[in-house]
């Protein structure tokens, strides 16, 4: 069901090397680029025409308006499940503890007398996020995407989600009834390239956006490598992610679970588990056939999943060599169960989100931790952050010095500006002095 690496017994190599032996699922955005280009182009022509007609042919209905009716936001909160609702609410509670105390402050620092440099935080003022379609329901996303874009302060807030037939064309209600709770009720039924096009170029329906945030499939990250420049991107997410860093105290039906619970999404995601112990590694393959056996998803994600190349059991001399290896894979979530967890994952530096303990598990992190859910993928963790409200800020400097300041530095302005060659950068100092370095 799933694979074995055997890294025990010669010294693990170094950087790309070790990263090569990993299993890693393949994920080529490049290749999608020429499948989304006449898509994004088509709607940067035609606008919500586009859209719809890109809609009909990949998921199967014809609507007569991208724009989602507030009524219909309004309804499918009415009509929400109780206990979902209240759920959503908890999430949307804990999540805002979290990102409200990333909000950066406004900070003067006075380099000499009379002269100060100012850094301040200015939130984007108009975004897009993307809500995935396909084969779950996220509303969880759009109380990911939602709520750091609303606690940077962003003004203007456009939602995204695939139209499901089986709902007259309009996005799963799950997802609206989410949009109602958090206020945003500007919504549209698009998915896809077309989705992300219709916020980078604007339609006549939606007006574009500054900045594109959101997990989506691989045609969904190649419109925004596509249109990275045009708008601002999170990240070009690939299929979702865990490993797990255990050793012999590690519950192998906790760990199980665990590379279950990824496995479901898709048949793309990766379930790694990285450990010392053979015992435990036997546990867990032994662990996992009851568990797949009784859980739903099996055929058509767990099982390829789990299976495909992008997953395995990677067996390590000691946690030493466990910590550099799950470093060089730089996990979407990692999993630390070990003894002294704690001061395991202190020692952790390429992660997108760490889980501490067997009471930890992603699962948590998904929906009800408090932390954000959209975190870099394939490896990315090495030089990314997730989703935050440091994604919707801008950080602008100004530059505040009087006549006294400038004069005491100019000299070391135009030394700088000659030796780059760029005199004229110096002259520029100069002219505000006579055409003199003043003397120090």
């Given at each position: 069901m799933i694979s074995r690496i055997d890294l025990r017994g010669d010294a693990l190599p170094e950087g790309g090397a070790l990263r090569d032996l990993l299993p890693r699922a393949e994920f080529d955005v490049e290749a999608a680029l020429e499948t989304v280009r006449p898509i994004c182009e088509d709607v940067r022509h035609r606008g919500s025409a586009a859209v719809i007609d890109w809609g009909e042919r990949f998921d199967k209905v014809r609507l007569e308006s991208i724009r989602v009716p507030a009524s219909a936001v309004t309804d499918a909160l009415e009509a929400l499940d109780p206990a979902v609702r209240a759920a959503l609410e908890e999430s949307i509670r804990r999540a805002r503890l979290v990102h409200r105390e990333q909000r950066r402050t406004t900070h003067t620092t006075q380099v000499v007398p009379g002269g100060t440099v100012t850094e301040?935080?200015?939130?984007?003022?108009?975004?897009?996020?993307?809500?995935?379609?396909?084969r779950s329901v996220y509303p969880s996303s759009v109380v990911m995407n939602v709520v750091p874009a609303q606690e940077a302060g962003v003004e203007g807030i456009a939602v995204a989600s695939p139209p499901q037939s089986e709902f007259g064309g309009l996005p799963h209600p799950t997802i609206l009834a989410a949009c109602a709770l958090l206020g945003v009720d500007e919504v549209y039924a698009a998915g896809g390239a077309q989705a992300v096009a219709m916020f980078a170029y604007g339609t006549e329906d939606c007006l574009?956006?500054?900045?594109?945030?959101?997990?989506?499939?691989?045609?969904?990250?190649?419109?925004?490598?596509?249109?990275k420049g045009r708008i601002g991107i999170d990240a070009e997410?690939?299929?979702?992610?865990?490993?797990?860093?255990?050793?012999?105290?590690?519950?192998?039906?906790?760990?199980?679970?665990?590379?279950?619970?990824?496995?479901?999404?898709?048949?793309?995601?990766?379930?790694?588990?990285?450990?010392?112990?053979?015992?435990?590694?036997?546990?867990?393959?032994?662990?996992?056939?009851?568990?797949?056996?009784?859980?739903?998803?099996?055929?058509?994600?767990?099982?390829?999943?789990?299976?495909?190349?992008?997953?395995?059991?990677?067996?390590?001399?000691?946690?030493?060599?466990?910590?550099?290896?799950?470093?060089?894979?730089?996990?979407?979530?990692?999993?630390?169960?070990?003894?002294?967890?704690?001061?395991?994952?202190?020692?952790?530096?390429?992660?997108?989100?760490?889980?501490?303990?067997?009471?930890?598990?992603?699962?948590?992190?998904?929906?009800?931790?408090?932390?954000?859910?959209?975190l870099p993928t394939g490896g990315c963790a090495c030089h990314s952050s997730g989703l935050s409200v440091q994604s919707f800020l801008r950080g602008i400097h100004i530059v505040d010095y009087t006549r006294d300041a400038l004069a005491e530095v100019t000299h070391h302005v135009v030394t700088l500006a000659e030796a780059e060659d760029l005199p004229a950068h110096g002259a520029a100092l100069k002219a505000r002095f006579g055409w003199k370095v003043p003397q120090q």
């Open positions: 301040k935080w200015v939130p984007v003022e108009r975004v897009g996020l993307y809500v995935p379609g396909g574009p956006v500054d900045l594109v945030t959101g997990p989506g499939n691989i045609y969904v990250a190649a419109a925004k490598r596509l249109l997410a690939g299929p979702t992610e865990i490993a797990i860093l255990a050793d012999a105290t590690a519950d192998p039906v906790h760990v199980a679970a665990d590379l279950i619970s990824q496995a479901e999404h898709d048949p793309m995601a990766a379930a790694v588990l990285v450990t010392d112990s053979e015992e435990l590694a036997a546990a867990t393959e032994a662990e996992l056939k009851p568990q797949v056996a009784a859980t739903k998803h099996v055929s058509d994600r767990i099982e390829p999943a789990l299976a495909g190349r992008q997953s395995a059991i990677v067996l390590v001399n000691d946690l030493a060599d466990g910590l550099k290896v799950v470093d060089a894979y730089a996990a979407e979530h990692l999993e630390i169960q070990t003894a002294d967890a704690a001061a395991v994952a202190d020692r952790v530096r390429n992660a997108g989100a760490v889980f501490v303990g067997p009471w930890s598990p992603v699962s948590l992190g998904d929906y009800c931790a408090g932390s954000n859910h959209v």
